[in-house]
């Protein structure tokens, strides 16, 4: 059975840092790329960052580049989020979840599969 298990939330202050974690199971991750999605209240799911199979290549939205860093340990069968210089805009649920290729089906959603549960993310004073 495949599995996504994010972690890694939490309250933090703007300006604050967290990094997210996805473990997989039931799933060999070095054969696809990853990507890390988040969901505000009253908003759409939105793409923040993708990394190809063997993290050759990285992808960012313009709303977090500069700040978040995406990489992998296919052997620990993780996918990290490093967030940086947090702002309360980035408060959401945050998602991760497999595709075939970031380059042509990222930032959407619709070519993506076995999403996890979701880690919350408040960014507030």
């Known amino acids: 059975q495949v599995q996504f298990v994010e972690s890694g939330g939490g309250l933090v202050q703007p300006g604050g840092s967290l990094r997210l974690s996805c473990a997989a199971s039931?799933?060999?991750?070095?054969?696809?790329?990853m990507g890390w999605f988040r969901q505000a209240p009253g908003k759409e799911r939105e793409g923040v960052s993708c990394?190809?199979?063997?993290?050759?290549?990285?992808y960012y939205a313009d709303s977090v580049k500069g700040r978040f860093t995406i990489s992998r340990d296919n052997a620990k069968r993780t996918v990290y989020l490093q967030m940086n210089v947090l702002k309360p805009e980035d408060t959401a649920v945050y998602y991760c979840?497999?595709?075939?290729?970031?380059?042509?089906?990222?930032?959407?959603?619709?070519?993506?599969?076995?999403w996890g549960q979701g880690t919350q993310v408040t960014v507030s004073s």
């Open positions: 979840a497999a595709t075939s290729q970031c380059r042509n089906y990222w930032p959407g959603e619709n070519r993506f599969n076995y």
């Open positions: 039931g799933f060999t991750l070095d054969s696809y790329a």
């Open positions: 990394i190809s199979s063997r993290a050759l290549y990285t």
